[in-house]
């Protein structure tokens, strides 16, 4: 099952292909074969679509950061100097419950052997 990494690589496919489309335009324009006014319209037909594809996938990129809560849309984790970790599994995506030790009164931040179970 294909995951949030293969989306941020289709993703980076588009910037490529856009990138690509901008080259052939480069190419074009540097080619003596060509009427020069059919040259320009294409360039620029090809250079309108590159940076379409462009912003559609920054769109896209913003998209997938707010629905997985990534960059400028991460959840704000407080900054603690001691951070447990509460669960059976090693975190994953899934399972990630950390817990800073400040939170539980119980607690002294200042023991080094403080593990919550």
Not at 80 to 108: A, E, H, I, L, M
Request: proline content about 3%; overall charge negative.
């Amino acid at each position: 099952m294909k995951d949030r990494f293969d989306l941020e690589n289709e993703i980076m496919r588009l910037h490529t292909f856009a990138e690509d489309i901008s080259e052939i335009s480069s190419l074009l324009m540097e080619s003596e074969n060509i009427d020069d006014e059919l040259c320009d319209k294409v360039t620029n037909a090809l250079n309108g679509i590159s940076s379409l594809l462009s912003l559609h996938a920054d769109k896209l990129e913003d998209t997938m950061c707010q629905c997985f809560k990534l960059n400028e849309y991460r959840e704000y984790i407080p900054k603690c100097d001691k951070w447990t970790y509460k669960g059976s599994s090693f975190p994953s995506v899934d399972n990630f419950q950390y817990y800073c030790c400040r939170n539980n009164p119980n607690v002294n931040c200042s023991d080094s052997s403080y593990n919550e179970d």
